[in-house]
């Protein structure tokens, strides 16, 4: 069997013109700015709008990602969409984003990691390009984590915005110098009660009293999934390294989950690299889950930070809990 390699073609992004500031939280829960910004980094977060939901991100992030790359819209042979919060339960968001861009007959599906979505999808994606099934995957990250977030509870509402980020997976020609190397992808499933949103599925449909106990926004156990994510991130990051013969000075830029600035700087200290070499947005976006990564790369490219040929380390942690990582040269 022919073994071909996977790049990624182009990023994009799009987020809500809405703003929710530190100081907007301060009217709405007992919490100070002072308290947000030595906790978690963030400053400002885009969120939706009433009528506002993850495909209209999506889908302007998907236009924004193939209009920068050189991909024609009739060459797109798959969209997957990374999300925990979709449109609805089903259809997926995936087909829903698939209609908006007019790309009726491309087959789609939605991927459900939590904040690792984007680095679960890329893994998937990278696959399917290896193995010459497809040409050119769009790849989507979208959360609209507010639309279930309970406004009373400062231990999460602090923490979230909306937004989505998108790339093209492509197959690589073997002149190109730009590859994604390699992947790991990684759970532990006996931890999943520590970040949840607990009823609306089949476990516990949706009913009068889950909505009083407010059992359907985020629930979570913030200390414990802290300590989990420096730990899980460095683990697969150090994995990926290794095995590529590689050490963390080879990588040019680090792009990690956006959840807390304190994580990030937890992560760049373990693995022994100045954080000038980490991309940082969380001061303007706050979580974003599955888009942050795509988010920030989108920016760190467009700013020219990250450049043809730079190698860039992408890794995540979430609900699952789910972790992985993402080597590449751009
Ligand atoms: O995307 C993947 C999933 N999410 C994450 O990765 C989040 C991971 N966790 C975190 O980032 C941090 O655990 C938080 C930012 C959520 C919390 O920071 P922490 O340093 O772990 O604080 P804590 O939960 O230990 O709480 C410390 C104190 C508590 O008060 P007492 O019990 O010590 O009196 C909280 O009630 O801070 C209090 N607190 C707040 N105070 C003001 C919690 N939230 C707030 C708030 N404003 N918004």
Not at 84 to 113: E, R, Y
Not at 161 to 176: K, L, Y
Request: hydrophobic fraction near 40%; glycine fraction near 8%; charge should be neutral.
């Amino acid at each position: 069997m022919t073994h071909y390699y996977a790049k990624f073609s182009a990023f994009g992004s799009n987020a809500p013109k809405k703003l929710l500031t530190n100081a907007d939280l301060e009217k709405i829960v007992d919490t100070s700015d002072e308290w947000i910004r030595s906790r978690t980094g963030m400053v400002v977060r885009h969120i939706a709008s009433e009528g506002e939901a993850a495909s209209d991100f999506a889908y302007q992030a998907a236009v924004n990602a193939i209009e920068a790359s050189k991909v024609k819209y009739k060459d797109i042979d798959q969209i997957i969409v990374a999300t925990v919060t979709g449109d609805h339960i089903f259809p997926s968001t995936s087909c829903i984003v698939q209609k908006k861009l007019g790309l009726k007959g491309v087959p789609c599906f939605d991927v459900s990691a939590g904040c690792t979505g984007f680095v679960y999808a890329i893994d998937i994606a990278k696959a399917y390009v290896e193995s010459g099934l497809k040409k050119n995957i769009l790849v989507i990250g979208v959360d609209v984590l507010t639309k279930i977030t309970n406004w009373k509870d400062r231990n999460t509402c602090v923490l979230f915005g909306d937004g989505s980020g998108a790339t093209i997976v492509s197959r690589a020609e073997p002149t190109d110098i730009s590859r994604i190397i390699d992947s790991i992808i990684d759970a532990d499933g006996s931890q999943g009660e520590y970040l949840i949103q607990t009823a609306g599925g089949s476990r516990m449909p949706a009913s009068h009293e889950s909505v009083d106990k407010n059992l359907h926004t985020i629930y979570m156990e913030g200390n414990r999934i802290y300590k989990n994510a420096i730990k899980s991130m460095y683990a697969s990051s150090d994995e990926l390294l290794r095995r590529n013969n590689l050490t963390p000075a080879d990588v040019d830029w680090i792009i990690p989950h956006q959840a807390n600035l304190r994580i990030i700087e937890g992560l760049a200290d373990k693995m022994r690299v100045p954080l000038s070499k980490v991309i940082i947005n969380i001061e303007k976006y706050g979580n974003t889950s599955s888009a942050t990564i795509p988010i920030a790369t989108d920016e760190a490219i467009r700013s020219k930070k990250i450049r043809r040929g730079d190698i860039i380390l992408l890794t995540s942690f979430g609900a699952g809990l789910t972790w992985g990582s993402i080597l590449a040269r751009y």
